[in-house]
């Protein structure tokens, strides 16, 4: 069985008919490099991109492998990773044909598409979304194939007319510079048809798309946020992305992304937020709701008989957690950093501070053995913020000074005494 090659513009470039042998090739190659090399034309500018697309036409046609595949899908084959062990990404097929030269691009001007483009949106939610789940219509715009001309792009019978430009081909070589001297040839999409090897007169377009093939359209999907949910995780809508005639459609994802909470923090399954408590609450105990929850809940608790709260100390109220995703039956556990509240100036001023001595455990005594030199300093309040402040400026005022620093202190050549 003898294989028709569905392109043949490569054997083209050399000369060749598709049945030619290796021999033949490397012959043709070989007398047409010489013709049309850059150094024996220096008049012809031309001559640098004729030079290099039979470059690498030999170089595809010369390997068996290549040249089969090339044969049987033609360079779609080659740029779609599709057969003969081909790799998809182009870069990878000219790192195979010509080592770092970087002298070609051979790609398509456009990548045979099997399904259409995804679509990815950030949706921002809250904490109580996540905590309680939630449906949402959203008012979305997309394309759609035309239903007055079924994609075509045509008005009526109209039939697209073969692109002059890229010969139907859907690609041009243009030359590129890209080192002094040095040229480079690229096949890229042709932009008088768009990479499609034909175009339709103004006058046979389709009226409601303008040849377009697509139209916009006004659509309202409905997305579920599910309990439990974590941060960044893409609720995919398949296949209701962007049209296009001929390919499935893309998909829409949307991507969750949670918002700051003011009171919660959110690890996992498991919660954390700040619960003030009296000084009082603190000595001799509580029993009332601490906090309302992310479904609107009180949270009421008790602290055992006699237990004494420290300022900073944390409990945890287990199952008050977050949802577990895929199964909200199951929740995390809810951590509180209980913080004292003390009594303000106001407070003390109207109780008898005499009886409340008595009742509060003895003030520490002096220090033993006192220092010797004892000080008196002002009480003074403070801003933690502005730690570590107080001697930039002058830092930065004595910049000037550093060259005469010389690691001695003194700014000057250490003397030489005699011993």
Same mark, same amino acid.
């Given at each position: ?78 740029? /779609? ?62 394309? @759609? ?48 048809? !768009? ?32 309990? /439990? ?6 609720? @995919? ?68 008989? /006699? ?60 220090? !033993?053995?006192?220092?010797?030199? @004892? !000080? ?23 910049? !000037? ?19």
């Amino acid at each position: 069985m003898v294989l028709v090659p569905v392109e043949t513009e490569l054997y083209d470039v050399l000369g060749v008919p598709p049945s030619a042998s290796e021999n033949d090739i490397k012959k043709a190659y070989r007398k047409k490099a010489k013709e049309h090399h850059p150094v024996s034309n220096p008049n012809d500018p031309g001559a640098a991109q004729k030079f290099q697309e039979m470059a690498a036409a030999y170089e595809i046609l010369s390997d068996p492998n290549t040249r089969e595949v090339y044969d049987r899908e033609g360079m779609d084959g080659l740029t /779609g990773g599709r057969g003969g062990g081909m790799p998809a990404d182009p870069a990878e097929i000219f790192a195979q044909f010509f080592g770092n030269a970087n002298f070609f691009d051979f790609t398509a001007g456009a990548p045979r598409k099997h399904k259409g483009e995804n679509t990815e949106v950030p949706y921002d939610v809250t904490l109580e979304d996540l905590y309680n789940g939630k449906s949402v219509k959203i008012n979305m715009e997309k394309e @759609v194939i035309c239903t007055t001309c079924n994609g075509s792009g045509a008005r009526g019978n109209a039939k697209p007319k073969e692109c002059s430009r890229c010969e139907s081909k859907g690609w041009i070589f243009t030359q590129t510079q890209i080192a002094p001297s040095q040229y480079g040839t690229m096949r890229t999409k042709c932009p008088d048809c !768009d990479g499609k090897g034909s175009k339709l007169r103004e006058k046979d377009r389709c009226k409601k798309c303008k040849g377009e093939r697509t139209v916009k359209e006004k659509t309202r999907q409905e997305i579920f946020v599910e309990k /439990g949910m974590p941060d960044g995780y893409r609720i @995919v809508l398949t296949g209701a992305g962007d049209q296009e005639p001929g390919i499935p459609p893309g998909d829409v994802i949307f991507k969750i992304k949670t918002a700051q909470h003011p009171t919660f923090e959110r690890s996992g399954s498991d919660l954390l937020t700040n619960v003030k408590i009296t000084l009082s609450e603190a000595l001799l105990g509580f029993s009332r709701i601490l906090l309302t929850h992310l479904d609107g809940r009180g949270i009421r608790v008790s602290s055992p008989p /006699g237990k004494v709260v420290n300022p900073g100390q944390s409990i945890k109220l287990r199952g008050e957690g977050m949802p577990a995703f895929k199964n909200p039956d199951q929740k995390g556990d809810l951590y509180i950093v209980l913080e004292v509240e003390m009594p303000d100036a106001e407070w003390i001023r109207n109780v008898d501070t005499a009886a409340l001595a008595k009742l509060l455990p003895p003030k520490k005594a002096q220090i !033993d053995p006192a220092p010797e030199i @004892v !000080d008196e300093t002002p009480f003074e309040e403070a801003d933690l913020e502005d730690f570590g402040d107080g001697d930039e400026d002058d830092w930065e005022d004595d910049d !000037d000074d550093d060259d005469d620093y010389d690691g001695h202190g003194m700014g000057a050549e250490p003397e030489c005494r005699p011993q």
